[in-house]
């Protein structure tokens, strides 16, 4: 505590008031009473610093006033850029002002926390000079706080995105922190981060002061608790007031009503910290003129029982609980897509900026184990475009930017048939930059700006579509842009974007890396960091796509940090399982696991099938990694077990569990085919056993990767790994027969198509099928080898005598055996009937009778 003068100024305290939304709600210092009894030691037991924020709550300049009279302390509250030359007035919608061909403003607390150094683009209206924005020294006042309290600081945060309070349903949406909360997350774990230390709890204040953001609010309190945020519920003691003051409070405009609000929210701040109800002496009467000293009395009691309700619960989530509030658990315009092939398929429906970024995903595919197919662009000025996906192979992505004026119509709704062309539709919004864009700085400004800015266009341009179900998906390009250029140390003559509307090689493989992210469902397009220094363009390239895939991550999953898991394939095309019999640390494995980055405890991988479990010998099928091994990639080997028909697909999942929440309950999955099949005779030694424990690598692996078994983590029970296997490969043994799936089945246009059918017409051979009750899928020239002449790997089977084989449907003098065939008097007839299934109902005509010419005639 400091000691104050003997004296207390009149009235208001004293706040700079360059920083405010227009008029404040209090009057002037000649039009309040003197205050009769000054204190003479302050009591405020901490520093607030206040970030201004431009949503439809009450200003900072309306509570910090009010926490210096309570406190008795006129230095305890503070205000950012109150203090700074020509900065512009805050209000609803309207922030820090820039200029390029018209005014934009920031409009969210994430806006301001990037907004760049400098007076470049500074918006001003003659005579006044622009506005010079010290960003370094913003930063250091809200980490440092007030002089003279130490460390009990205090950062008080009104969560926002650009649109929480402003013109409710305009943009088809009134609240933004259920709709699109993954930029009101970003914007308070951008603040948390920067003052983030050792000061333990209520570091950062979370004001939640509408009802509506509840779900949002104690979402990231809980998701960011390691920041240890709390929050303030004022909304929650709004609730609980009588009935006149509760009723003017949430629906009126009035004096009276904003005084309710700011005597409830600082009431709030001070039981929150003194753990004790506030009670006027008198001091606050005076202050305000529409409140009575019953009235203040009311609201500090409410205030207090909000905070105390709060407090009774361990955790933010048994509060929310407590109360019914819906925590988020994704975001609204970016999403996890399900595009887990080897090769991506993907078109374009744009301008050179389309062309930059499709080339830059071509560009780093093969750092996540794919390749590329770019299948076309349509003209940038047709009215829709010309689809090179179809219904039946749609492509992946289709890439059109956001913007409120083309390439094509800005808000095209794709029609039902349309839809099933392609699986995301990927957007993001357009970068451009006149004056600045070298720095980017623009583009920074504008972010969260109406018609340009990012939020705009996650609200106004992609949820429309994703409620349409057109499966749009969003990467913000001034959110990703920002990020990067306050993180990443440019030298001198880098460049954000080569030209006033065309990015920089570095930042489009960064928004590359976000969107292949977002559309593979998390997977990794980062790769080796470069031992280069940071000067250089391959440490440029590596920084912008971690930084891509950082904030896709977050954007998509709300999580605080990205789990930097890396399963790649060994091919990016050949999906073939490896033969059968092959041993685990022979040649080139299936795949490899690692992590990009250091996790915060072990981790374990467990590597496994969901479907078809024993299609394929999976080894090792657990990996642990650690926080001092976790780089160097672990091989995994996907062996063909024989016991599937060749062919089949097999998902392989990777599925990790670990005590540190980013690495907990990722996925990722592969497809691999199986193989040859292994002789019918039994081999001179045996296939690969199963031993009860897992192991940790291949048993080939260097002396340096992790060879601890799996420690004790919150996860299923392992499955069972194969050891060791055969010393040497099975011994040469005759072919098995060939002999085609009577159970094989390919549907198209609801008609069914059987191994007969393929020996008709060999088209079908490409076709993929089902097998039996599981349901396996396989290409008809691996179930039906003879129909297809695919006898390469297995002996033609015999043909029987005329009169062994027997048709399933006998007609009596047409066809009756083998021998009928030849009395058939034209060849289409002998090809249906050579199509047939015997009584059997295993064997078809052209397996058993040479008439057909598909089997041995001996």
């Given at each position: 505590c400091k000691v104050l003068p003997p004296v207390i100024p009149t009235g208001t305290p004293t706040l700079n008031p360059s920083i405010s939304h227009g008029p404040s709600i209090y009057p002037s210092i000649s039009d309040s009473p003197t205050i009769s009894t000054p204190p003479t030691k302050s009591q405020a037991p901490r520093g607030y610093v206040f970030v201004p924020h431009t949503n439809w709550a009450l200003p900072a300049s309306d509570i910090a006033p009010l926490l210096k009279i309570m406190y008795r302390d006129q230095d305890c509250a503070d205000i950012l850029l109150s203090n700074e030359p020509n900065i512009p007035n805050f209000y609803p919608g309207c922030g820090l002002k820039s200029d390029q061909s018209r005014p934009t403003c920031q409009r969210s607390n994430a806006g301001l926390f990037y907004w760049p150094s400098g007076e470049r683009n500074a918006y001003y209206d003659p005579p006044f000079p622009p506005y010079n924005h010290n960003r370094t020294k913003m930063i250091a006042h809200a980490r440092d706080g007030i002089n003279g309290y130490g460390e009990a600081q205090s950062l008080?945060?009104?969560?926002?995105?650009?649109?929480?309070?402003?013109?409710?349903?305009?943009?088809?949406?009134?609240?933004?922190g259920v709709d699109v909360p993954e930029y009101v997350y970003e914007g308070v774990r951008l603040w948390s981060e920067a003052v983030e230390g050792?000061?333990?709890?209520?570091?950062?204040?979370?004001?939640?002061?509408?009802?509506?953001?509840?779900?949002?609010?104690?979402?990231?309190?809980?998701?960011?608790?390691?920041?240890?945020?709390?929050?303030?519920?004022?909304?929650?003691?709004?609730?609980?007031?009588?009935?006149?003051?509760?009723?003017?409070?949430?629906?009126?405009?009035?004096?009276?009503?904003?005084?309710?609000?700011?005597?409830?929210?600082?009431?709030?701040?001070?039981?929150?910290?003194?753990?004790?109800?506030?009670?006027?002496?008198?001091?606050?009467?005076?202050?305000?003129?529409?409140?009575?000293?019953?009235?203040?009395?009311?609201?500090?009691?409410?205030?207090?029982?909000?905070?105390?309700?709060?407090?009774?619960?361990?955790?933010?989530?048994?509060?929310?609980s407590s109360v019914n509030i819906a925590i988020p658990q994704a975001g609204g315009a970016s999403w996890f897509g399900s595009v887990k092939t080897r090769n991506l398929r993907y078109e374009t429906w744009g301008t050179s900026t389309e062309r930059d970024v499709k080339n830059a995903y071509g560009q780093i595919l093969y750092l996540g184990g794919m390749s590329a197919s770019f299948l076309g662009n349509s003209n940038k000025g047709d009215s829709k475009p010309s689809w090179k996906g179809t219904i039946e192979i749609p492509s992946?992505?289709?890439?059109?930017?956001?913007?409120?004026?083309?390439?094509?119509?800005s808000d095209y709704f794709p029609d039902k048939e349309e839809v099933k062309r392609y699986r995301v539709w990927m957007k993001?919004?357009?970068?451009?930059?006149?004056?600045?864009?070298?720095?980017?700085?623009?583009?920074?400004?504008?972010?969260?700006?109406s018609y340009y800015g990012a939020t705009y266009n996650a609200v106004k341009k992609v949820l429309p579509m994703i409620r349409n179900g057109q499966k749009a998906n969003y990467f913000p390009t001034r959110w990703f842009m920002a990020?990067?250029?306050?993180?990443?140390?440019?030298?001198?003559?880098?460049?954000?974007?080569?030209?006033?509307?065309?990015?920089?090689?570095?930042?489009?493989?960064?928004?590359?890396?976000?969107?292949?992210?977002?559309?593979?469902?998390?997977?990794?397009?980062?790769?080796?960091?470069?031992?280069?220094?940071?000067?250089?363009?391959?440490?440029?390239?590596?920084?912008?796509?971690?930084?891509?895939?950082?904030?896709?991550?977050?954007?998509?999953?709300?999580?605080?940090?990205?789990?930097?898991?890396?399963?790649?394939?060994?091919?990016?095309?050949?999906?073939?399982?490896?033969?059968?019999?092959?041993?685990?640390?022979?040649?080139?494995?299936?795949?490899?696991?690692?992590?990009?980055?250091?996790?915060?405890?072990?981790?374990?991988?467990?590597?496994?099938?969901?479907?078809?479990?024993?299609?394929?010998?999976?080894?090792?099928?657990?990996?642990?990694?650690?926080?001092?091994?976790?780089?160097?990639?672990?091989?995994?080997?996907?062996?063909?077990?024989?016991?599937?028909?060749?062919g089949t697909e097999i998902n392989v999942f990777f599925r990790s569990s670990s005590n540190d929440e980013a690495v907990d309950?990722?996925?990722?999955?592969?497809?691999?085919?199986?193989?040859?099949?292994?002789?019918?005779?039994?081999?001179?030694?045996?296939?690969?056993?199963?031993?009860?424990?897992?192991?940790?690598t291949p048993t080939a692996s260097p002396t340096d990767s992790p060879t601890t078994s799996p420690t004790k983590l919150p996860t299923a029970s392992p499955t069972k790994s194969p050891t060791a296997s055969p010393t040497t490969s099975p011994t040469a043994s005759p072919l098995p027969t060939c002999n085609d799936h009577h159970n094989w089945k390919y549907t198209e246009n609801k008609k069914k198509f059987n191994c007969g059918a393929v020996y008709k017409d060999n088209d079908l051979c490409e076709k993929k099928g089902k097998i039996g009750k599981k349901k396996q899928k396989v290409k008809g020239k691996f179930a039906c080898r003879i129909a297809c002449g695919n006898g390469k790997k297995c002996a033609i089977p015999t043909c029987v005598g005329d009169s062994e084989w027997i048709p399933k449907k006998v007609k009596e003098g047409v066809f009756e055996n083998c021998a009928s065939i030849d009395a058939m008097n034209t060849n289409k007839k002998k090809k249906r009937a050579c199509a047939s299934i015997g009584s059997d109902k295993k064997t078809f005509a052209y397996e058993a009778c040479k008439q057909c010419q598909a089997c041995a005639d001996t």
């Open positions: 008080v945060l009104h969560p926002e995105s650009s649109y929480a309070f402003l013109n409710p349903g305009e943009y088809g949406s009134s609240n933004p050792d000061v333990g709890s209520g570091r950062v204040l979370l004001i939640l002061s509408k009802i509506e953001d509840a779900g949002a609010v104690f979402g990231i309190a809980s998701t960011f608790r390691s920041m240890g945020l709390s929050i303030i519920p004022v909304a929650f003691a709004v609730d609980l007031l009588p009935e006149a003051l509760k009723v003017p409070a949430l629906y009126e405009t009035s004096t009276e009503a904003k005084e309710i609000l700011a005597a409830i929210e600082a009431g709030c701040l001070y039981s929150h910290e003194m753990d004790q109800q506030f009670v006027d002496e008198g001091f606050l009467h005076n202050y305000f003129t529409t409140l009575s000293q019953i009235d203040i009395s009311d609201i500090m009691a409410a205030a207090h029982q909000a905070v105390q309700d709060g407090k009774q619960f361990s955790d933010v989530l048994s509060w929310a992946d992505i289709m890439l059109k930017r956001s913007m409120a004026s083309g390439p094509g119509p993001f919004d357009y970068q451009i930059d006149k004056k600045s864009a070298a720095y980017g700085d623009w583009n920074v400004q504008c972010l969260d700006a990020q990067e250029v306050t993180e990443s140390p440019y030298p001198p003559g880098a460049k954000v974007m080569r030209d006033d509307s065309h990015m920089s090689g570095s930042y489009l493989k960064g928004m590359a890396s976000g969107m292949l992210t977002l559309a593979t469902g998390g997977r990794s397009f980062i790769g080796d960091k470069p031992n280069d220094n940071v000067g250089s363009s391959s440490w440029h390239d590596w920084h912008a796509r971690r930084t891509g895939y950082i904030l896709a991550w977050r954007l998509a999953t709300l999580r605080l940090r990205p789990p930097f898991l890396e399963v790649k394939p060994t091919s990016s095309k050949n999906s073939d399982a490896l033969p059968y019999g092959t041993e685990p640390g022979t040649g080139l494995g299936s795949a490899t696991v690692r992590l990009l980055e250091a996790p915060e405890s072990e981790v374990m991988i467990s590597i496994e099938v969901d479907d078809d479990a024993d299609g394929v010998v999976i080894m090792p099928n657990n990996i642990v990694l650690t926080p001092s091994d976790y780089i160097t990639p672990i091989s995994v080997y996907v062996v063909t077990s024989g016991k599937v028909v060749e309950g990722i996925e990722d999955m592969w497809m691999f085919k199986t193989g040859d099949q292994p002789p019918t005779s039994s081999p001179t030694t045996s296939s690969p056993t199963l031993s009860p424990s897992p192991t940790r």
